[in-house]
DNA sequence: TTGATCTCCTTATTATTTTAGCTTATTTTT
DNA sequence: AAAAATAAGCTAAAATAATAAGGAGATCAA
């Protein structure tokens, strides 16, 4: 069985990633063990970092966050790389950043607060060591998205 | 005050963000209030589905799902989307579905375990009702993302 | 002003989680 | 093969957290 696991963790697992805080009885009942084996397995669970951490999914709509786009980055000579990452990581806007294969050798999840604020981004990143080109395709609507906000960023009272 | 939140409000809020599973007692202590207010305040943001749900993310890597890509889709005709988004929400490896804006009609990223069952699943998509083109950016690595796995998918014992 | 509403508080009650101690099964060591 | 160690479960008790109930003070509308 991979990395230890068993069917009842699967189960925990799976029932967690749904339900963050479902509660430990709760638990119980769908593995049919005691509270206090459960506690111990999710501890465990945690402890090895399968659980990174739970999340309360916000819904960016509702705080004035209207736009989310991919945004495609080309960025020339590797050694640009790190920089560019530690960029992304210090731009609150940006939820994602991946490396990839095929065209640009980065694609960013964005999520911003208006085209004004969106102009402003794709420019500073225009600006960055290394990057050459980017393109943007703004989201018109989703499914089964997950709908963060940058965590770090300042939700304005308006 | 944007939705009639205030400066408390959004402090929980974003403490959620980060701590799922906060305590209401812990939450009381950022804020300054008795653990009864930062229930009820909790209670109505859960209410307005300010916060949609709470989720364990879990470490995809971990769980042998190996490939991670975006995959761009041009569906012809607006009276395909229905049932192109529908049959989406069927593949639980699909995490997310945009419709965009440029090249393309939609974007999926996609969660799958190795080379075998991505070319199964692209196959798959290209058979779909007016699905055309596609075209396809694995990622090689990612720096502030969720990993988060398909919640239906069965985690395989290996 | 008066009544209604809202948000907070404290205290008491109820529910949940953790701890402790014990049992059994499985694996490792001697 | 027997003994020891380990792992995982259980129950019962203790500790901690969440909820419910009742009341105070502020704000707003009639």
Redesign the interface.
Request: glycine fraction near 4%.
């Given at each position: 069985?991979?990395?230890g696991?068993d069917?009842i963790d699967?189960k925990i697992?799976?029932h967690?990633?749904?339900?963050?805080?479902a509660q430990r009885n709760q638990l119980a009942e769908i593995v049919h063990l005691s509270v206090p084996s459960v506690s111990e397995r999710m501890r465990k669970l945690e402890e090895k970092?399968?659980?990174?951490?739970?999340?309360?999914?916000?819904?960016g709509k509702?705080?004035?966050f209207d736009i989310?786009a991919?945004v495609f980055v080309e960025v020339d000579g590797s050694d640009n790389y790190p920089k560019f990452?530690e960029r992304?990581?210090n731009e609150p806007e940006?939820?994602?950043?991946?490396?990839?294969?095929?065209?640009?050798s980065h694609?960013l999840k964005i999520r911003t607060e208006n085209t004004d604020s969106f102009e402003k981004l794709l420019s500073r990143i225009q600006s960055w060591d290394g990057v050459s080109k980017s393109?943007?395709?703004?989201?018109?609507?989703?499914?089964?998205?997950?709908?963060?906000?940058p965590?770090e960023k300042?939700?304005?009272?308006?």
């Open positions: 069985m991979a990395k696991l069917e699967i697992l799976k967690l990633q749904k339900e963050g805080r970092k399968l659980i990174t951490d739970y999340r309360a999914i916000l819904d509702l705080f004035n989310t991919f990452i992304t990581t940006v939820l994602e950043c991946h490396s990839i294969t095929g065209d640009g694609i393109r943007s395709n703004v989201v018109l609507s989703s499914f089964k998205e997950t709908t963060e906000l965590i300042t939700i304005d009272p308006k």
